[in-house]
């Protein structure tokens, strides 16, 4: 039997705990009371970047005893041994909001359930999510092992960022009374463009394209070619962009750059057409007018309908209203920019998950 053959027969989970072992690192942490931001962005996703810098800022604003310590997602297992022989039981753990609970992306689901299952005696408290299921056999399997592992936890802390969410984990979690659920914005909502490195950019006349092309999709060849037509009959330039760069492992000091231009280059344009949750959101922190059309699940939608449904310069539109398309961007268009100091949402939508940090 090959080596080859030998490792295709090892489970992944004991390939993963080998590979961790093999590759720990010390991590030298600093003294006093400390809240870690695990599994924090250091790929080319721009949305989760976000996520991961405005995480860590609203930290620093509401813990301000508190070193707050980003953990980037690749290093996760590696560090996981120095930490747990370091940590103190007045510590707090954090976990990366985002769209990435559920079965979509179960890598990452497995390294927040490993998370969880490392700190006993500590808070953990899970920043607003976006739960994703279905029927399947897969789906449900996946829910179940959430709902045991996030359930042995003392003190856990799960917060969704849209009410379907919120009502599903309210469901999946409602016989286990240590178990808090909450509610509030993506968190990239508590930000401005000002405080993610954003400075004012001269005015273009294009108008961006920012669709998605992967699993998310929910646009068909003909709607995508509808909506192309409209944009071309404003007569503006139109420029195709995307909220994912692509890499792995990225510095700190580039993911900030890649962040700071995204916003940039939102802020520069006329309008931005988007079926992305960061575009839109990255758009209206820009103060740019935004044209949101949905995704392939309920994210986006119930975002909108919760949080963003009398924001001035969006308006969404279901993919049965893509007939009407040319008016939506005619209004659009005619609007002026916001402000790079004014976040979407007030601060006071973040205090159910102010209360689950500070009230240790």
């Known amino acids: 039997m090959s080596i080859a053959t030998i490792k295709n027969l090892i489970p992944l989970k004991i390939k993963q705990s080998v590979t961790g072992y093999i590759n720990a690192k010390d991590i030298v942490l600093p003294n006093g009371s400390r809240c870690f931001v695990f599994l924090a962005a250091d790929y080319g996703n721009i949305g989760d970047i976000a996520i991961s810098t405005a995480q860590k800022q609203y930290l620093e604003n509401i813990l301000t005893d508190y070193k707050v310590i980003s953990i980037p997602i690749s290093q996760t297992r590696f560090v996981l041994s120095s930490i747990k022989k370091q940590i103190k039981t007045n510590d707090i753990v954090t976990i990366i909001g985002g769209g990435n609970m559920g079965s979509i992306y179960p890598d990452i689901e497995e390294l927040r359930q490993l998370v969880i299952k490392s700190f006993p005696a500590n808070r953990i408290v899970c920043f ?72 004012d ?141 004014d976040s979407p949402v007030g601060i006071k939508k973040y205090n159910g998950l102010k209360k689950a940090l500070t009230h240790i």
Not at 279 to 289: D, E, H, R, V, W
Request: proline share 3%.
């Open 128 to 199: 607003p999510q976006t739960l994703d299921w279905d029927s399947s056999a897969k789906s449900k399997r996946i829910l179940k092992t959430i709902t045991k592992n996030y359930a042995k936890h003392p003190d856990i802390h799960v917060f969704a960022r849209e009410s379907i969410t919120q009502t599903k984990l309210n469901e999946i979690f409602n016989i286990y009374d240590n178990v808090n659920v909450g509610l509030v914005p993506d968190i990239v909502m508590s930000a401005t463009a000002a405080s993610l490195g954003t400075i």
């Open 201 to 341: 950019s001269s005015q273009g006349l294009e108008i961006l394209r920012c669709l998605r092309d992967d699993k998310e999709v929910a646009l068909s060849t003909v709607q995508y070619s509808i909506v192309d037509k409209a944009l071309a009959d404003t007569g503006y330039k139109i420029e195709k962009t995307d909220t994912h760069a692509g890499g792995s492992q990225l510095d700190e000091t580039y993911c900030a750059k890649l962040l700071s231009d995204k916003l940039r280059q939102f802020r520069a344009a006329k309008l931005v057409v988007t079926d992305r949750l960061h575009g839109m959101i990255l758009c209206l922190l820009s103060g740019t007018p935004c044209l949101v059309l949905p995704n392939s699940n309920h994210k986006i939608r119930q975002t909108q309908s919760d949080w963003l449904y009398d924001h001035p310069r969006l308006i969404f539109l279901e993919l049965d209203e893509i007939d009407n398309i040319n008016e939506s961007i005619s209004k659009l268009l005619s609007l002026p920019k916001g402000d790079l100091h």
